[in-house]
């Protein structure tokens, strides 16, 4: 009857040979078997590998395609009121606790030549701190500033989900309150063939991936993660990737203007270094906000110029957000129809003799949503320019740009330039660059105001110097 039960789900689509070894599978094996399979939506998953098949990744969108206008960070002559009543205005959320966290965290540290999900991963300068554990020290210091409470969604995989809760658990939460921090486990999609048959990772098993981080609107819908926000009376969610410890997830700037401009979706751009850097291209289509990948974007237009010579497509996208509750529900209350991506992979399977095949060359579909896709269906998107120095420094890669190295060498930059705007002078080389290690803890600091509070003595050239809360 299961077997029979089975078929019936697959064979409209042309997946049962998913089966083939069905009769020489224990019962445990079968049981694993078939929670996998009933764990796939097959007439959505089949239909989205149709509409990428065959084809790019993705192709440019067909349209007038401009590029999106943006807020720059300092407030343009005029505006000065404007932004001042947006940072009221996100002080009040956060005091009022119409704040959550949002953190995409499903990813191992395997470009790192890490063993462990990327969030546990150690980089502090002084103090080697990880991921996680410097952000929770933020999320601490935010809230005592605005006496309030920031519940923090955390989006795991399959894959790392209980050695994430175990790391937490270990830790103490570091400081947290357990029951403010909400994991949850992001939805997975079929690895698929050029042809189109779901690969099986082995006889019992189908290959199945991550769907990216587009999942994760269904994952908060699915998880009760949005149930428990409106009944916390959260509004507001303030969204990053676990990589980059140096976002601002609570600038009351970012915040405040994303709620007083009536926005459902903001987002951060960072003005690109050049024509080739490999950010998302915030862009019009047809009078819509949308991101454009940099892949999709024709050279002619990566490398066109306005008549002040600067980039005419310049602002890229950082994958930093805040989104509105409301329109996360209305975004699922049915079937999520963003475009699905297509990403060519190596991926070990199952052949139809039951030989575990090893590919030295792509060989599979892997199909991913992108969050940046949910832009076209606001009613209102907002766009802010970011402070690139001080807001973004991913760790990404093992060396090189946007790895452990380049983002210490970031957070120093901006730690020493916090203290200096606190008044406190910090000695330097004569390039320029700082002559003292220093490591600001979050539970000290979360911007150079709160430095000008403490009695920090004079730092010595050659110093090194953990500012401690």
């Known amino acids: 009857m299961l077997k029979e039960e089975l078929t019936g789900l697959l064979a409209p689509y042309g997946q049962e040979h998913l089966l083939r070894f069905w009769d020489e599978l224990s019962e445990d094996e079968r049981k694993a078997l078939a929670e996998d399979i009933r764990s796939v939506d097959w007439k959505q998953a089949t239909a989205w590998f149709r509409q990428v098949a065959g084809g790019a990744a993705t192709a440019l969108p067909q349209g007038e395609l401009t590029p999106a206008p943006y807020q720059p960070l300092t407030p343009p002559v005029g505006q000065e009121k404007f932004y001042a009543d947006c ?24 470009r790192l030549g890490y063993d462990g999900p990327k969030g546990t991963y150690k980089f502090t300068i002084l103090q080697n701190k990880s991921l996680f554990q410097y952000f929770a020290e933020t999320l601490r210091s935010w809230q005592r500033k605005y006496q309030t409470t920031i519940c923090w969604y955390i989006m795991t995989s399959p894959a790392n989900n209980q050695d994430t809760v175990d790391f937490f658990q270990q830790h103490c939460f570091f400081g947290l309150q357990p029951e403010n921090v909400k994991f949850f486990i992001q939805g997975v999609l079929p690895v698929f063939s050029p042809e189109g048959k779901a690969l099986l990772a082995d006889k019992f098993h189908v290959s199945l991936a991550a769907n990216g981080h587009g999942g994760s609107f269904t994952a908060l819908r699915d998880s009760g993660a949005l149930a428990d926000m409106a009944s916390r009376g959260v509004e507001i969610l303030t969204y990053w990737q676990v ?3 140096l976002v601002a997830f609570c600038d009351t700037l970012f915040l405040g203007m994303h709620r007083l401009t009536g926005s459902e979706m903001s987002s951060r751009a960072l003005i690109k270094r050049d024509a080739m850097e490999k950010l998302g291209h915030f862009c019009l289509l047809d009078g819509r906000t949308t991101i454009i990948e940099y892949s999709d974007m024709p050279k002619s237009l990566l490398e066109a110029t306005d008549a002040d010579g600067r980039l005419t497509y310049r602002a890229g996208s950082p994958a930093i957000h805040v989104i509105d509750r409301q329109f996360v529900e209305r975004l699922t209350d049915g079937s999520l129809n963003l475009p699905p991506h297509r990403a060519q992979k190596k991926i070990s399977f199952i052949d139809e003799h039951g030989e575990k095949v090893i590919p030295t060359a792509p060989n599979a579909v892997k199909l991913e949503l992108f969050l940046f896709d949910a832009l ?20 990404k890669n093992a060396a090189g740009q946007d790895s452990p190295d380049s983002c210490r060498a970031a957070m120093l930059a901006r730690d020493c330039q916090w203290l200096e705007e606190a008044g406190i002078a910090v000695p330097r080389r004569t390039d320029g660059t700082p002559d003292v290690t220093v490591e600001i803890s979050p539970l000290a600091a979360v911007c150079p105001e709160d430095l000008a509070k403490l009695s920090l003595a004079p730092l010595q050239p050659g110093e090194k110097r953990y500012i401690a809360g």
């Open 87 to 110: 940072r009221a205005e996100g002080e009040r959320l956060l005091r009022e606790g119409k704040v959550a966290a949002f953190t995409v965290a499903g990813g191992q540290g395997t």
């Open 243 to 245: 990589d980059n410890p």
């Open 376 to 395: 076209p269906l606001t009613k209102k998107a907002l766009i802010l320019e970011g402070d690139r120095e001080t807001q973004f420094s991913p760790i």
